[in-house]
């Protein structure tokens, strides 16, 4: 059955897979899915990997070489994107990211490997603020809700395939293939992208430069980093190398995120610092959750991995569901979102102690996967409606920003419980109490998320 346009103008489908648009939304789902395939399948991958290429010391730098460089993608992306356009940064960025896949799948020593992580990491910063900047000037208000339900499935799927198709390559081929083999899909990103790439013309009102950002942008590479590796290794080391991560972090914040964002100031303030509230929520808890089910109760590996599935299942069926409802008002839906990742992660104290209900994990990480796919996809909506042409680049750059850093932080805080406190069902549930407040933090501050002056709306190119 063929849709029709009324006279109110095509429909959200038709400006997503109509003809003009079919190509480039693919795209964005494709360059997104690449990223989001990449990192699940590395982390499957990388035991075979470290074995090859070094020792089990080694295990961490690879991935705290991509969240450095991606931190620098992301800013220099996003401030290029808001003086530029997002032109040339959506033709190099895969670029950079395709050819850090390479140089890592022909890695034969550790250095080559981490080289290609940063490759990596670059590419998929800038691409990743590059794609908000595009879904900005090529959908309407509108549409975009549905666009980023779209965004969010193309995280979700990776998630429930990339493990095991990487862990199959690992163990049939070799671990090289898992970098490889993603090779021709960039090349047809690109290629998808590229008729709407050629359209963008340079802003207007192309923003003014930024005094010392590159510095700043290395400082909060370095800080969260640093927070990262801390966090793998709870130890007095460890302790010190984050509190150094931090005095280098909390200048260069000042120049990276809006002005208000701590105190979630009304607006795109309060979008920057919802996003880290709920990425620092729902992402620390699947960190830890598999250990908590094996290491307290007994589950295996795969079992653990259950109530990740339900709850990306969970994600993806209310991210599309959302993209399907333009007219409600993201600040509700995104308190709505909120306070289910508070209940689900609340619901998970019945679980940490010894003496929990360990299946009640399932339907409780739906209900919060479920709450993401609202949340979520609702902030990214009210970051658009939020921000002036030109400044695109940077309030996406931002959110990207504090989601790094609130998963580094709370992820880095359950290490150092674990390392004072010892036994995951002592640990964990202390872990869990302070992630709820995150959450209900984030509740209390949705209505503050809505655009000062309503939206702003984009005709599309």
């Known amino acids: 059955m063929t849709t029709t346009p009324t006279d109110r103008g095509p429909t959200v489908r038709d400006e997503l897979f109509g003809p003009r648009r079919r190509a480039v939304t693919l795209g964005i789902v494709l360059l997104i899915s690449l990223v989001a395939f990449e990192q699940m399948g590395v ?52 670029a950079v990211f395709g050819l850090g896949l390479l140089v890592a799948g022909t890695a034969g020593s550790l250095p080559q490997l981490l080289a290609g992580r940063l490759l990596q990491g670059l590419g998929a910063g800038a691409q990743g603020v590059a794609v908000y900047v595009l879904i900005a000037l090529v959908y309407s208000v509108r549409a975009r809700p549905a666009v980023f339900g779209l965004v969010s499935s193309a995280w979700v799927a990776p998630s429930l395939v990339g493990p095991p198709v990487a862990g199959l390559v690992t163990e049939h081929l070799s671990w090289h293939w898992v970098f490889l083999g993603l090779l021709p899909l960039v090349g047809l990103a690109v290629l998808l992208v590229l008729p709407a790439v050629r359209g963008l013309a340079p802003p207007a009102e192309p923003a003014p430069p930024h005094r010392g950002l590159v510095l700043a942008a290395v400082a909060a590479a370095v ?58 929520a729902f992402f620390t808890v699947t960190a830890y959750l598999p250990l908590m089910l094996t290491a307290t109760h007994g589950w295996s590996l795969s079992e653990a991995g259950l109530p990740l599935i339900v709850g990306s299942l969970g994600w993806s069926a209310a991210a599309a569901w959302q993209g399907r409802r333009p007219e409600l008002p993201r600040p509700r839906l995104l308190r709505i979102g909120m306070l ?74 359950g290490g150092a419980l674990l390392a004072v406190l010892v036994t995951p069902a002592v640990a964990l549930p202390v872990l869990l109490v302070v992630l709820v407040v995150l959450a209900l933090v984030g509740a209390l501050i949705a209505p503050r998320t809505a655009p000062h002056d309503g939206p702003l709306e984009s005709p599309g190119l």
């Open 43 to 94: 982390g499957t991958a990388m035991p075979a990997v470290v074995a090859e290429l070094g020792t089990v010391a080694d295990y961490a730098w690879p991935f705290v070489a991509f969240i450095a460089t991606t931190v620098v993608g992301t800013v220099l992306g996003g401030r290029w994107c808001d003086a530029r356009g997002p032109r040339l940064v959506l033709l190099l960025a895969p």
């Open 340 to 413: 289910l990742i508070a209940v689900g992660t609340a619901g998970q104290l019945v679980v940490a102690p010894a003496w929990g209900v360990a299946w009640a994990a399932l339907p409780l990480w739906l209900l919060a996967g479920v709450g993401m796919g609202l949340g979520f996809s609702s902030l990214s909506a009210l970051l658009l409606a939020g921000s002036r042409a030109e400044e695109v680049g940077y309030h996406s750059s931002a959110a990207q920003l504090t989601d790094q850093l609130a998963q580094a932080a709370f992820v880095g805080l």
């Open 223 to 280: 800080g969260v980093a640093g927070l990262s590796w801390a966090g793998q290794h709870p130890t007095v080391a460890g302790a010190v190398l984050a509190a150094a991560a931090l005095a280098l972090l909390v200048p260069a914040l000042r120049r990276l995120l809006p002005a208000g964002t701590v105190r979630a100031r009304r607006g795109i303030a309060a979008v920057v610092a919802g996003r880290g509230l709920i990425a620092g």
